[in-house]
């Protein structure tokens, strides 16, 4: 996808909010649209798309949620030169229990790792649920084939999955605006809402976060909720995968490096400084939050107020918090809390013309805001945590004069991308108080050399490189790869050609036929029969299974294999006869039975299957939601069952299977592989059987484990469908030679 205006005809924005403002003009009512970096952001993306602000090129669609009061206003009203507004509408108390509720009481808390602040309602998710499907439907309604749909944040991470239903071929992207905590905080949630949450987001084709630590805690949730596998940052579906990166979110530097030179700022800036008469200048701004640490903030620089008195009317602290939700208890008391901390401070240390700290509980325009930013010497940011934040970017696209000291909390996303900050613990008030007082005294030349690569960075990737990269990434979705795999490919075929003596051993359910629900049911491809003959004239090539002898010798009929039935219990050569190697007692089996026959009996759909040195329960067909805690049941007393031949109990796919311990998958594939010096060695396999292989096998082996689950293999495959191309690969390889 080397032209993008080629692949996609529109954009539509799907976001919470709707970024506009509906106003009076002489001409009535009229759409006006704010000038936050993500409005900027998409209409320099949508000139990528090759679409521009003319009258006669598509517009972008911005789908969010708007109030009941604007309910009657004609269509026509949302929608201006650039944009056109598709608002969504909520009843009210259905939206409180959205918003304030699921979102603000327990999603940002949890997700900030606040989780005894977090509120778990049954009503809060159904209503999640709803307005999730009120946006489905406002965006089925305008989709058209060829558009790219961008949808935004925690408050919509339902949507992805619903679009993926209702428009499975639609291109969909997903940017999560909050950090992505660990699979301990996901945990939290009932299994049902986190099961949800994660499925949703991954009805995307492209997954954005500000950070590789979000990233790799997403793929550990994905891995430990949903059993799904990555690889080479790719969480593998069933018939797609979904690509995951981090996309640090950014600002528009040259507004602000620019504006921040303009005389009403630089008016401004030297009003304040006439006011505060202080050599030095501390400046912070936030909005109210207990994620913001403003407290610990404040302690921090109480304690260097109290080790360096010789700063003492010497030093400002001019702090600025931006009212935020402060009629909600955990915010009242965070308001409450930073005043009286700003007062004992002030009553502590200050003087009749000297206050440590000048406090303000108001927002700020922007040119107040630029004044600030350009007129202190130390910007103090220390989140308790943050998934990216922008104020200390905003500070340092500030500085053309390449001044400042920044001090950034290593909690807070930009961390990871400015380095040349003061970078402290938030929560270790010492650290503050000597991060303070290091960048009081820092020289100016150190200063430079540190605000100099940090200006570098945030110039060259602004907000419109964050929406760039992210359109671009679509390119990487366009572009599957033949096989999903984190093997180097051109490697192992090379190391196949080249070798001598090959031996190759193969699982057959899930490895070389795919899962079927009916396991009598199962067989070989038509194009897998004549590869399979190919690389057994090559190689000795191995099908090592759990299947009984009869169902693999009418399977493999014809084809000069060797055959290993029942996980090691007998083997056939090519045009030999079976030998059977598990020569134990089966005194043991009626005991087994006994029980596994409670189960099957208990579970419609499930069946018992006897082998000749094996027993086995399969329960693929059975609907209940706690067969697979049964399953877990059934093997744990399996295991106490008391035998006079040492057993082994299997949990494999929906199967739970009983045979003697004296052979394995493992003891068998060492056998083979040590009785002939061989050059070139592969395992495949997907089960928990297969595992015994890839332990036992040396470490130079290629040993790759099949779709997810923690594996002793050295590589993996995403699916079943990847064992056939790879193994029509090795094929075609030799075919080449």
């Known amino acids: 996808m080397s032209n993008l205006d080629e692949t996609f005809k529109r954009l539509i924005i799907v976001a919470y909010r709707l970024p506009f403002s509906i106003k009076k003009t002489q001409d009535g009512l009229s759409l006006f649209q704010n000038s936050g970096g993500l409005v900027s952001a998409v209409l320099s993306m949508a000139e990528q798309m090759g679409q521009t602000a003319g009258s006669h090129a598509p517009k972008i669609h911005w789908v969010g949620h708007c109030d009941n009061s604007l309910k009657d206003i004609h269509q026509s009203v949302f929608e201006n030169e650039n944009f056109v507004a598709h608002p969504v509408f909520v009843d009210d108390d259905v939206h409180q229990a959205f918003y304030e509720g699921f979102c603000n009481d327990l999603i940002w808390p949890l997700f900030h790792y606040f989780p005894s602040y977090a509120s778990f309602q049954d009503n809060y998710f159904e209503a999640y649920q709803q307005v999730n499907t009120r946006f489905l439907q406002e965006v089925a309604s305008i989709i058209e084939p060829g ?45 049902a809402w986190r099961q949800a949450l994660l499925t949703g987001i991954l009805g995307a084709d492209i997954v954005g976060f500000h950070t590789s630590d979000y990233v790799q805690h997403f793929f550990r949730n994905v891995s430990e909720v949903l059993s799904l596998p990555v690889i080479n940052g790719r969480v593998i579906l069933d018939n797609r995968s979904v690509l995951v990166g981090n996309f640090p979110i950014s600002i528009d530097f040259t507004k602000f490096d620019e504006t921040s030179q303009s005389q009403a700022v630089i008016n401004t800036r030297e009003e304040y400084q006439r006011l505060l008469h202080q050599d030095k200048i501390i400046f912070s701004v936030d909005r109210l939050d207990y994620a913001k640490g403003i407290t610990y903030r404040l302690q921090g620089y109480e304690r260097f107020l109290t080790q360096h008195p010789e700063w003492h009317d010497k030093v400002t602290f001019v702090m600025t918090v931006v009212p935020s939700r402060d009629k909600i208890g955990h915010y009242q008391e965070i308001k409450r809390e930073i005043e009286e901390t700003v007062g004992r401070i002030n009553g502590l240390f200050g003087t009749i013309g000297w206050h440590p700290v000048v406090y303000s509980y108001m927002s700020l325009t922007f040119t107040e805001l630029l004044a600030l930013y350009t007129g202190c010497d130390v910007a103090l940011i220390t989140p308790i945590r943050d998934g990216m934040n922008l104020v200390c970017k905003e500070f340092v696209a500030s500085r053309h004069d390449n001044q400042g000291v920044l001090i950034l909390s290593e909690l807070a996303g930009a961390a990871q991308e400015l380095p040349d900050a003061l970078i402290i613990n938030p929560t270790d008030t010492q650290e503050v108080a000597s991060a303070i007082r290091q960048a009081l005294e820092m020289q100016p030349e150190e200063q430079a050399q540190r605000m100099k690569p940090m200006r570098q960075h945030i110039q060259n990737h602004n907000v419109f490189r964050w929406s760039s990269d992210f359109l671009a990434a679509f390119t990487q979705t366009m572009e599957n790869p033949i096989l999903e795999t984190n093997m180097p490919v051109p490697d192992f075929l090379e190391a196949y050609q080249q070798a001598n003596r090959r031996l190759l051993l193969i699982d057959f359910d899930g490895t070389l036929a795919p899962i079927v629900s009916d396991p009598a049911k199962a067989h070989l491809s038509e194009t897998m029969r004549p590869v399979l003959h190919r690389l057994a004239e090559q190689s000795d090539l191995v099908i090592i299974s759990g299947r009984n002898r009869s169902f693999l010798e009418n399977t493999f009929r014809g084809l000069p294999v060797t055959l290993v039935a029942e996980h090691g219990a007998f083997i056939k050569r090519a045009n030999q006869t079976w030998q059977q190697l598990d020569l134990s007692d089966q005194d043991w089996l009626e005991s087994i039975r006994a029980t596994m026959r409670e189960y099957s009996d208990a579970h419609s759909g499930s069946f018992i299957e006897e082998k000749e040195t094996a027993i086995a329960w ?19 007393r399996l295991r106490s069952t008391p035998t006079s031949t040492k057993l082994t109990v299997i949990q494999g796919n929906k199967v739970v299977e009983v045979k003697a311990a004296q052979h394995s998958k493992g003891t068998i594939a060492q056998k083979l592989y040590e009785q002939t010096a061989y050059d070139f060695i592969v395992s495949i396999g997907d089960d928990t059987t297969d595992e015994d292989m890839f332990r036992q096998l040396p470490n130079w082996a290629y040993t790759l484990k099949v779709g997810s689950g923690v594996s002793f293999a050295r590589y993996r495959l995403a699916r079943q469908s990847d064992v056939e191309r790879l193994l029509e690969c090795l094929d075609e390889t030799m075919v080449s030679v």
């Open 618 to 636: 399969h329960y693929r067909m059975v609907q209940t939601d706690d067969i697979e805690g049964k399953a877990v049941e059934l093997a744990t």
């Open 147 to 191: 558009d790219l749909i961008w949808i935004h944040d925690s408050q919509l991470m339902l949507l992805p999955d619903m679009i993926r239903q209702a428009v499975p071929d639609a291109s969909i992207g997903y940017f999560f605006h909050i950090p992505f905590p660990t699979y301990e905080i996901i945990k939290l949630l009932p299994r």
